[in-house]
């Protein structure tokens, strides 16, 4: 392998009009989320009504809800900065810090998608540094390489994640997911053995292959029929069965990335025959390539855990394992805590005393029972309770949590 050829590829000047017009499409649709993130009340349901949270980092606190609510109006406010090449790095910038803050605060309702936005808007801060539609622009070509391979790496890992015998032979989680879809709508089609192998392989193949096909001139067209359909395929499939939101219109809107700079300007023709060459500093470069090298290590870090990841959870955050988690309880919809409160008779110099905690995941609130009845309604989001049986990580927390506001210790 030639480095030396590799660099001088990576440093060639290429039109960043590609990266203009992906950040303003990607700010609309930013735009759409931020505003039904605010409309729909997601800072009361889940971050003020709970009475835990599961933060990522520990110490991690929400502000107060006149905080909150303001932090998600400067989002709508960055996510309009974002259209504008005079206000865009700024806006990506702090909407960066408030979209990143609100996920970091609940690993409950942590996805890849909201990840994948992250990171996105991480590369854009750092290499949509000189857009403009007055003059051409022209930047070294790693600018756009790192948007564009990030897209191939989020696709290529999670078809790798789903190359295990639980997807290849026992066709799940797919079979479930359109089972769930089947109990929706009520048509049997979308539980036929066919279509189920079907799209499990489909899924995994398109996974695979798509970074490919995107990348090569030859098969591009061929590569953007087949991912506006998956993604057009995954936002009907989860339409009313999933939280999938504007992730599948996202992904469609990377494939901007992909479509020849010159040949945007050739269709847009908004530009002046100005032209003028921007270059990156070497330690912006490193950075760059550091990052991306992080991104394709982070994900494989599992291995060095004990245990099996799709059954642990340990290492299943931050790499591409999407749909590729599917676990049932033994008994469905209940889980139940033992938790003891020590008390001291010092007549008989005994401890004892306890209560238990009855955790129902089909009703919207737990309870804590003991002889006399129940003595707490606890609030739990969908998403919390669904979490706890997913990963085992966020028990210890859980059970904390009941101890301090009980004075209890517990045992799970």
């Known amino acids: 392998m030639d480095w030396?050829?590799?660099?001088?590829?990576?440093?060639?000047?290429?039109?960043?009009?590609?990266i203009t017009i992906f950040r303003i499409v990607f700010g609309v649709i930013l735009l759409i989320q931020t505003y039904y993130f605010i409309a729909n009340g997601?800072?009361?349901?889940?971050?003020?009504?709970?009475?835990?949270?599961?933060?990522?980092?520990?110490?991690?606190?929400?502000?107060?809800?006149?905080?909150?609510?303001?932090?998600?109006?400067?989002?709508?406010?960055?996510?309009?900065g974002m259209l504008f090449n005079k206000t865009a790095r700024i806006s990506i910038l702090i909407f960066l810090f408030c979209f990143t803050y609100f996920w970091l605060l609940d690993k409950?309702?942590?996805?890849?998608?909201?990840?994948?936005?992250?990171?996105?808007?991480?590369?854009?801060?750092?290499?949509?540094?000189?857009?403009?539609?007055?003059?051409?622009?022209?930047?070294?070509?790693?600018s756009l390489f790192s948007l564009q391979f990030m897209v191939f790496l989020t696709y290529f890992i999670a078809g790798l994640n789903k190359l295990n015998p639980y997807w290849l032979v026992d066709l799940q989680p797919m079979g479930f997911i359109l089972e769930a879809k089947c109990d929706t709508t009520e048509n049997?089609?979308?539980?036929?053995?066919?279509?189920?192998?079907?799209?499990?392989?489909?899924?995994?193949?398109?996974?695979?292959?798509?970074?490919?096909?995107?990348?090569?001139?030859?098969?591009?067209?061929?590569?953007?029929?087949?991912?506006?359909?998956?993604?057009?395929?995954?936002?009907?499939?989860?339409?009313?069965?999933?939280?999938?939101?504007?992730?599948?219109?996202?992904?469609?809107?990377?494939?901007?990335?992909?479509?020849e700079p010159e040949k945007l300007i050739r269709k847009f023709n908004v530009f002046k025959e100005q032209r003028a060459i921007k270059t990156n500093s070497s330690i912006l470069n490193k950075f760059i390539i550091c990052f991306?090298?992080?991104?394709?290590?982070?994900?494989?870090?599992?291995?060095?855990?004990?245990?099996?990841?799709d059954y642990n959870g340990i290492g299943q955050r931050f790499s591409w394992r999407m749909k590729s988690l599917c676990k049932e309880s033994w008994s469905p919809g209940y889980m139940v805590f033992k938790v003891y409160r020590e008390t001291f008779d010092p007549t008989t110099k005994r401890r004892g005393g306890k209560k238990f905690l009855d955790f129902d995941l089909n009703k919207m609130h737990i309870f804590l029972r003991d002889s006399v009845g129940i003595q707490d309604n606890l609030y739990l989001t969908e998403n919390q309770k669904e979490k706890l049986l997913y990963y085992p990580d966020l028990l210890p927390d859980f059970a904390k949590k009941i101890e301090s506001l009980n004075q209890f210790k517990t045992v799970v």
């Open 292 to 309: 991306l090298t992080i991104q394709i290590i982070l994900p494989f870090r599992h291995v060095f855990f004990k245990g099996y990841v």
């Open 188 to 259: 049997m089609l979308f539980i036929h053995p066919l279509l189920v192998g079907f799209m499990s392989y489909f899924g995994v193949l398109f996974d695979l292959a798509i970074g490919f096909l995107l990348f090569f001139r030859r098969t591009k067209l061929t590569g953007f029929v087949l991912a506006i359909s998956f993604n057009i395929i995954n936002h009907l499939l989860f339409l009313e069965i999933g939280e999938i939101g504007v992730f599948p219109f996202i992904m469609i809107s990377t494939l901007i990335l992909f479509i």
């Open 42 to 80: 997601f800072i009361e349901n889940n971050i003020i009504k709970p009475f835990i949270l599961f933060p990522f980092i520990n110490g991690l606190q929400p502000l107060s809800e006149s905080g909150l609510i303001l932090i998600s109006y400067i989002m709508l406010t960055s996510n309009i």
């Open 4 to 18: 030396k050829k590799i660099l001088a590829w990576l440093n060639e000047p290429i039109s960043n009009f590609s």
């Open 108 to 142: 409950s309702y942590f996805n890849n998608h909201y990840y994948f936005i992250s990171i996105m808007c991480f590369l854009l801060f750092l290499v949509d540094r000189h857009s403009s539609f007055r003059s051409k622009i022209y930047v070294p070509r790693i």
